[in-house]
């Protein structure tokens, strides 16, 4: 509910904030080439009906650096 993803070290320390327009943002993914992408879905709000538009969707959010990428998986 904090509308923001943060990126911690590994002791847990804030070391860089992303301020986003979704109250929830959830889940993050890594993609692009390089990482450089990053993907957030964001969970449904009803309580701001100002930002229902955006509540429960998918964000690409550009430029980031050092983002690692999951290695492919075959089930």
Avoid: R, W, Y
Wanted: aromatic content about 2%; charged content about 15%; overall charge negative.
């Amino acid at each position: 509910g904090m509308g923001c993803i943060m990126c911690l070290s590994p002791d847990a320390e804030v070391i860089h904030t992303i301020k986003v327009n979704n109250l929830n943002p959830t889940c993050t993914a890594f993609g692009g080439k390089q990482g450089e992408l990053l993907f957030v879905t964001s969970a449904l709000c009803d309580s701001n009906k100002d930002l229902q538009n955006i509540q429960g969707t998918t964000l690409k959010i550009s430029g980031i650096k050092n983002g690692q990428l999951e290695p492919p998986v075959i089930l």
